[in-house]
């Protein structure tokens, strides 16, 4: 059996995409790209400057780029990448997922994501901050994660569990339906 060449990790903000892509990518010897960090370094700033000097429409249109380049470079070990949190929302990017990619969508309860969130004080996500309280930023989880379900199902072939699964079987999980999902892509190839 053998790996999906791409693997894409989206969801809501503080799910771990980062964290598990990059333990993930260095599980399998893959490479390892993180659309926000990718459009901080092209831009020479961060993403709460570039949606307060760019706006946010700016900001999307650097995020469906930076895919495209990404799987545009076919990179010949494969690669995992760290979506943003709002980039499965556009049709065109979740056209490229679908495409070229096995989308693993991680998922987590809202009280964990809101202490997670909240302990990251070095990473300002401009989206949540309107919510300087506990209480505010709860229910602006809430909200956003019910607006964005049918984009974040749409868009996944699989879903991970952050919150009760430790990270070690987060990767382990994600790497044996990656498997199963590509050995049934294949199946479907020769049939
Ligand atoms: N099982 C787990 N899997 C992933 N992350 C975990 C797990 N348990 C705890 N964490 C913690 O959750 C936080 C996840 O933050 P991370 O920056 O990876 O999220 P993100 O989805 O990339 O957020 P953003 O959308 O803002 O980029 C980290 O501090 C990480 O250590
Ligand atoms: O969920 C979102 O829309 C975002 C998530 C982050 O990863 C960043 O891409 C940015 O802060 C927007
Ligand atoms: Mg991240």
Redesign the pocket.
């Known amino acids: 059996m053998t790996m999906p060449k791409n693997i894409a ?1 989206i ?11 990059r333990a993930l990518s260095h599980e399998l010897h893959y490479g390892f790209y ?1 659309t ?1 960090a990718i459009i901080a370094q092209t831009a020479g700033k961060t993403i709460e400057n570039i949606f307060k000097e760019d706006g946010e429409p700016a900001f999307r249109k650097m995020e469906t780029q930076t895919l495209k380049d990404i799987l545009d470079a076919s990179h010949p070990k494969g690669c995992v990448i ?1 979506c ?2 709002g980039l499965p929302l556009s049709e065109e990017n979740q056209k490229l997922l679908k495409d070229n990619c096995f989308t693993v969508e ?1 998922i987590c309860a809202d009280d964990v994501l809101a202490d ?2 909240e ?2 004080e070095n ?1 300002v ?1 401009p989206l949540l901050a309107d919510a300087p309280t506990h209480e505010e930023l709860l229910k602006k989880i809430g909200v956003m994660k019910l607006k964005r379900k049918a984009y974040y199902d749409a868009a996944s072939d699989i879903k991970t569990e ?2 009760v ?3 070690e ?2 990767i382990d999980s994600i790497s044996i339906f990656a498997e199963m999902w590509q050995d049934r892509q294949e199946r479907i190839a020769q049939s």
């Open positions: 990790l969801g809501y903000m503080g799910v771990g995409k980062t964290t598990v892509g993180d926000d760290a943003g949190g991680l997670r969130l302990k990251d990473n996500r952050t919150d699964l430790s990270l079987d987060v």
